[in-house]
C-alpha cells in the first residue's frame, strides 16, 4: 500500500509540474496545484497511510510552498491559511472538547444515565427508549465515541446475564451506537462534520448561531431515535414476555464531592446558555467557548495532564480540512467544480437532498469528517444564495451513515462486543440511515423553511 501510494503522488506531481491538468482540464495554474493538494490528501484520509492530523499539517505545507508561489502576482498572504488553524471554529470545537472532558471526570454523564435508566427497570421498551434519548444527548456535547464506550460500559455487566442471542442484549448494542451517530446532529460541537460545516459557512459571512442549529437538528435527532427504538422493537422485542429487569447502578468510585459535580454542572450551563443565547448577547460562539477553558483550568478543576490529553490532533485536523477548502474558494476550483457539473441548476431544494444523500453515501465506507472535508470545498463554489441548503445537507449527511461496522467508531465498538452479524447491523443501519436522511429532507427542510433560514 505505501509502494502504491508513493507511486500516485509521484504521478500527481509529475502531471502537475508539466501542466498536464491545465492543458486536459483548462485549469489555471493555482487550480492546478489545488486539485493535485486536494487529491493526494483525499487519498491519504481514505488509506490512513500516515495519522490523519499529519495530513492536515501537509494540506498546510503544501499550500505555503507550492501553491503560494506558484500563484505570483495576486497571491494571497500566507495568514489566510495559517489563520485557518486557530479560527473561530476550531476555538468552539476546543470549547466542546474541555466541556467533554469535563462531564468524563466528573462521571455527569454518568450520573444522568443512571438517573433516567433506573427509572425504566421493567419495561423492555421504555429501556431501550430511555438510553436512546440519554445517548444522544450526551452525544449532542460529547464525541459520540466516547459517549458509545461511557454507555456500553455502563449496561456491559447489565448485558451478561443474557446469551449472545438474547434479542434484548442485540437491541442495546445496535440502540447505543446508533444513538450516539444521530445524537452529534443535535448541537454544532456534536460531531466534527458540524464544526467543519459552520467553518465554511462562516468564511462566506453565513453565521450559523448555536439556537438556529439546536432548532432545527433537535427535532431531527428526537423522531430519529423514536423511529430507530420503534424499529428494534418490532424487529426484537415484541416478542418479549415482559419482565423485571434488573438494574445495577455504578458508583463514582473517583469520589467526587457533589460541590465539585454542582460547580462542573453550572460552568456547562453558562456555557451552553451562551451558545444559545447569541442573538440576544452577540458574542460569539468561539469566544463563549473560552468559558469552560478559563473555569475549568483556572481554579483547577481540570490538570495540566487533562489540557495536555484533549484530542489536539482533531483539532490539526480540522484545520487542515479548513484551509484546504478556502483554497478551493480562494483559486475558484469549488466555482470550476460547479460550472463542470452544472450544480447551480438543482434549485436549493434539490442541492440540499442531493448533498445530503452524497453525504451519506460516502460515508458509509469513510469517515464523516473525511467526507465532510470532500465534499463542503465543493459547496462553496456555488452562488451565495444556494450555499447554506447544500452545505447544511453536506453536513448533516455525512453523519447518518450506519450500515456497516466501519462505517462509524460506535459502530465497530458495539460490533466488538460479539452476538451481532455484519448482516444483522446492514438490515437496521441502513433502515435507520434512510429513515433518518428522510426526516432531514422532510421535517429538517420544512424547518429551515418555517425558521426563514432558507427559502426553499
Known amino acids: ?20 491538468f491545465q492543458i486536459w482540464f483548462g485549469l489555471t495554474g493555482p487550480q492546478e496545484v489545488n486539485l493535485v493538494i486536494a487529491v493526494a490528501v483525499s487519498f491519504l484520509w481514505v488509506t490512513e497511510l500516515v495519522p490523519l492530523f499529519v495530513s492536515g499539517f501537509l494540506v ?34 476546543l470549547g466542546g472538547f474541555v466541556v467533554s472532558a469535563a462531564i468524563s471526570k466528573f462521571q455527569l454523564d454518568r450520573d444522568i444515565a443512571n438517573f433516567v435508566i ?3 427497570a421493567g419495561s423492555a421498551f421504555l429501556l431501550i427508549l430511555s438510553l436512546g ?13 466516547a459517549t458509545a464506550a461511557m454507555m456500553l460500559g ?32 443535535g448541537t454544532p460541537i456534536g460531531t466534527l462534520p458540524n464544526v467543519i460545516g459552520i467553518g465554511y459557512l ?40 415482559p419482565t423485571t429487569l434488573e438494574w445495577r447502578i455504578l458508583e463514582d468510585k473517583n469520589f467526587h464531592t457533589n460541590k465539585e459535580k454542582w460547580i462542573s454542572f453550572f460552568i456547562i450551563g453558562v456555557t451552553i446558555v451562551g451558545w ?31 489540557f495536555r490529553s484533549l484530542p489536539w490532533e482533531v483539532l490539526i485536523l480540522m484545520g487542515g480540512g479548513i484551509a484546504l477548502g478556502k483554497a478551493f474558494e480562494e483559486t475558484g476550483l469549488a466555482s470550476f467544480f460547479v460550472s463542470l457539473f452544472k450544480l447551480g441548476d438543482f434549485g436549493k431544494y434539490g442541492l440540499f437532498v442531493f448533498f445530503s444523500f452524497l453525504s451519506l453515501a460516502l460515508s458509509c465506507f469513510l469517515s464523516n469528517t473525511s467526507t465532510a472535508n470532500l465534499i463542503l470545498p465543493i459547496t462553496m463554489g456555488l452562488p451565495s444564495d444556494l450555499v447554506l441548503p447544500a452545505a447544511l445537507g453536506a453536513t448533516i449527511g455525512a453523519s447518518l451513515a450506519m450500515p456497516l461496522p466501519i462505517s462509524t467508531p460506535p459502530n465497530a465498538l458495539a460490533f466488538s462486543y460479539g452476538g451481532i452479524t455484519s448482516k444483522e447491523m446492514l438490515k437496521i443501519g441502513s433502515q435507520i440511515s434512510l429513515y433518518a436522511w428522510i426526516v432531514l429532507i422532510t421535517l429538517g427542510a420544512g424547518l429551515l423553511y418555517l425558521m426563514g433560514i432558507v427559502e426553499f
Not at 134 to 143: D, E, I, P, Y
Not at 278 to 289: E, F, I, P, Q, R
Open 60 to 93: 498546510l505545507f503544501l499550500e505555503l510552498i507550492w501553491l503560494i508561489p506558484v500563484w505570483g502576482d495576486g497571491a494571497p498572504k500566507p495568514i489566510i491559511f495559517l489563520s485557518c488553524f486557530f479560527s473561530e471554529t476550531i476555538l468552539l470545537f
Open 276 to 306: 444559545i443565547t447569541y442573538d440576544l448577547h452577540k458574542v460569539s460562539n468561539g469566544t463563549v467557548a473560552i468559558v469552560p477553558i478559563l473555569c475549568f483550568f483556572g481554579f483547577r478543576m481540570l490538570s495540566l495532564n487533562d
Open 1 to 20: 500500500m505505501i509502494r502504491i501510494g508513493t507511486l500516485f503522488f509521484l504521478l500527481l506531481f509529475l502531471a502537475a509540474y508539466f501542466g498536464a
Open 133 to 145: 434519548f440519554v445517548t444522544a444527548f450526551l452525544s449532542s456535547f460529547m464525541n459520540n465515541t
Open 202 to 241: 462562516k468564511e462566506r459571512d453565513l453565521d450559523f448561531g448555536f439556537l438556529s442549529w439546536m432548532g432545527f437538528a433537535l427535532p431531527i435527532v428526537l423522531v430519529s431515535i423514536l423511529i430507530l427504538c420503534f424499529l428494534i422493537y418490532i424487529i426484537y422485542l415484541r416478542k418479549i414476555t
Open 154 to 185: 455502563l449496561v456491559s455487566s447489565f448485558m451478561k446475564t443474557w446469551p449472545e442471542d438474547h434479542h434484548l442484549r442485540k437491541s442495546i448494542l445496535f440502540l447505543i451506537p446508533f444513538s450516539a451517530n444521530l445524537g452529534g446532529v
Open 118 to 120: 433506573k427509572k425504566t
